[in-house]
C-alpha cells in the first residue's frame, strides 16, 4: 500500500479541491470511480471495439478491459492490479491511455497475444459535459457521477485473433466518455432492502451521434412509470457552440418477442422552437454485461480485486446456449446508423430496457414486444 505520510507526484500541480493529498478522494464511500470509456467502429458493424480503464482509489483497485465483436464471436481481455498511487501515468498491466493533446488526442495501447491494438482519438466536435447523473436507492445515492463525452474517429492497428485490422480514420468512428463519482463497483453491497424490494425496472437510453457538420448527444432515462430522471439532448457545432434540443420523444420500435431494438426515432426541438427528428438503425451490438465487466457480468466486474497483475482472455459465441439467454438482462451498446434530415451519421446507440416500464407497454420482467 502507498505511504500515507508522503504526497503523491499530482499534488505537485495545482489542482487541489479539498484539503486532501490527492492520494484520497474526498469522500469515504468504497464506490468512489474515475473511468475512461472508448468505442469504435468500421461504420458496417463488421468489427465493433469497445473498451475503458478505471481507477478505484477507496478500493485500492486499477483495472482496464478491450472487447471486440466480430460476428456472433466477442473477445475480451481484461487487466488489473493494486493501485499504488495516482498520477499522470494511465497503466494497468499491458494496457495503457496517453493524453496526447486533453479533450482532443488520445492513445490507447492494448498488448496481449488475443488481442492487442495501437488505436489514436482525433475528437471531430468538442467535448461536453452531460447533465449530472444521479439514482437513488431510497434516499441513498447509488449513482452520483459526472461525465463529458465526444464524436471522434480513430487511426492506427488492431490485431484480434491472428487477424490485423488497419483502422482508417476516414472510415473508423466512434465515442468516447469520462466519468467520475460513485457507482457500484468492486464486490458487491450487501443486498439488503434494496433487493428485497426491488425498483421494478430500468429503463436507459444513451445516443451520442457523429455527422459531418455536427454532433448530438441524447440521454434519457426513466423510472418504471415513465417518469423521467435524467433528461440531456443536445447538438455540438465545430466552433465550441452547444444547442439544447429540449425534451426528446423516443420511439423505439422492438424485435417481436424480445425488446431488442430494431429502429428507433427521436423527436427532438431547436432553441427556436422547431422539430429536429433523427432517425436510427441499430446494427452489431455488445452486451457489456458479456465481457466489459459491466454490472450483472457473472466473470469480472469493474473494481473487482483480482489480485496483483492479473490477465484474463475469454472468447465468447452469443448463440451458445449458456451466454445467449443472458444478453437481454443489461445494458447493450449497438453500431447505430442514423439520418437527420439529409445529414448521415453514425454513432452509438445504448439502450436497456429491463422489468416494468409503462411507456412502451412493458409491465413486468418477463414482458416482450407483441
Given at each position: 500500500?502507498?505511504?500515507?505520510?508522503?504526497?503523491?507526484?499530482?499534488?505537485?500541480?495545482?489542482?487541489?479541491?479539498?484539503?486532501?493529498?490527492?492520494a484520497r478522494v474526498a469522500t469515504s464511500d468504497r464506490?468512489?470511480?474515475?473511468?475512461?470509456?472508448?468505442?469504435?467502429?468500421?461504420?458496417?458493424?463488421?468489427?465493433?471495439?469497445?473498451?475503458?480503464?478505471?481507477?478505484?482509489?477507496?478500493?485500492?483497485?486499477?483495472?482496464?478491459?478491450?472487447?471486440?465483436?466480430?460476428?456472433?464471436?466477442?473477445?475480451?481481455?481484461?487487466?488489473?492490479d493494486a493501485l499504488e498511487t495516482r498520477d499522470l501515468e494511465m497503466r494497468v498491466g499491458g494496457y495503457r491511455v496517453e493524453i496526447q493533446e486533453p479533450l482532443q488526442r488520445v492513445r490507447i495501447v492494448c498488448e496481449h497475444d488475443?488481442?492487442?491494438?495501437?488505436?489514436?482519438?482525433?475528437?471531430?466536435?468538442?467535448?461536453?459535459?452531460?447533465q449530472p447523473h444521479q439514482i437513488l436507492t431510497g434516499n441513498r445515492p447509488i449513482i452520483d457521477a459526472q461525465r463529458f463525452a465526444q464524436l471522434g474517429s480513430w487511426s492506427g492497428?488492431?490485431?484480434?485473433?491472428?487477424?490485423?485490422?488497419?483502422?482508417?480514420?476516414?472510415?473508423?468512428?466512434?465515442?468516447?466518455?469520462?466519468?467520475?463519482?460513485?457507482?457500484?463497483?468492486?464486490?458487491a453491497d450487501p443486498p439488503g432492502r434494496a433487493a428485497d424490494e426491488g425498483s421494478g425496472g430500468f429503463w436507459w437510453l444513451y445516443v451520442p451521434l457523429r455527422f459531418d457538420e455536427f454532433s448530438i448527444i441524447v440521454i434519457v432515462q426513466e423510472n418504471p412509470d415513465g417518469y423521467r430522471t435524467l433528461n440531456d439532448a443536445v447538438r455540438i457545432w465545430p466552433d465550441g457552440r452547444v444547442e439544447q434540443?429540449?425534451?426528446?420523444?423516443?420511439?423505439?420500435?422492438?424485435?417481436?418477442?424480445?425488446?431488442?431494438?430494431?429502429?428507433?426515432?427521436?423527436d427532438l426541438t431547436t432553441p427556436d422552437g422547431k422539430p429536429l427528428e433523427v432517425e436510427i438503425h441499430p446494427k452489431t451490438f455488445v452486451p457489456l454485461h458479456i465481457g466489459c465487466g459491466y454490472g450483472g457480468d457473472?466473470?469480472?466486474?469493474?473494481?473487482?480485486?483480482?489480485?496483483?497483475?492479473?490477465t484474463s482472455s475469454v472468447r465468447y459465441d452469443l448463440t451458445a446456449p449458456d451466454i445467449a439467454p443472458r444478453i437481454p438482462w443489461g445494458v447493450i451498446d449497438h453500431v447505430a446508423h442514423a439520418?437527420?434530415?439529409?445529414?448521415?451519421?453514425?454513432?452509438?446507440?445504448?439502450?436497456?430496457?429491463?422489468?416494468?416500464?409503462?411507456?412502451?407497454?412493458?409491465?413486468?420482467w418477463t414482458s416482450v414486444a407483441p
Open positions: 500500500m502507498s505511504d500515507s505520510h508522503a504526497p503523491v507526484p499530482l499534488d505537485e500541480y495545482p489542482i487541489h479541491q479539498t484539503p486532501l493529498s490527492l464506490n468512489f470511480y474515475d473511468r475512461s470509456y472508448f468505442n469504435a467502429h468500421d461504420r458496417d458493424g463488421g468489427t465493433f471495439l469497445i473498451t475503458g480503464m478505471g481507477l478505484y482509489p477507496n478500493l485500492g483497485v486499477v483495472d482496464a478491459y478491450a472487447l471486440v465483436r466480430r460476428g456472433d464471436i466477442q473477445r475480451a481481455v481484461r487487466f488489473s488475443d488481442l492487442s491494438f495501437d488505436l489514436t482519438w482525433n475528437g471531430s466536435f468538442p467535448a461536453v459535459l452531460e492497428t488492431l490485431h484480434v485473433d491472428g487477424t490485423d485490422i488497419a483502422v482508417d480514420p476516414a472510415v473508423w468512428l466512434g465515442s468516447r466518455d469520462r466519468s467520475w463519482g460513485i457507482r457500484p463497483v468492486g464486490e434540443l429540449g425534451w426528446p420523444r423516443v420511439h423505439i420500435e422492438y424485435r417481436s418477442g424480445t425488446r431488442h431494438p430494431v429502429a428507433a426515432r427521436l457473472p466473470d469480472w466486474q469493474h473494481g473487482r480485486w483480482m489480485g496483483r497483475d492479473w439520418r437527420c434530415g439529409d445529414a448521415e451519421g453514425w454513432g452509438l446507440f445504448e439502450h436497456a430496457s429491463m422489468g416494468r416500464h409503462d411507456p412502451t407497454g412493458f409491465t413486468d
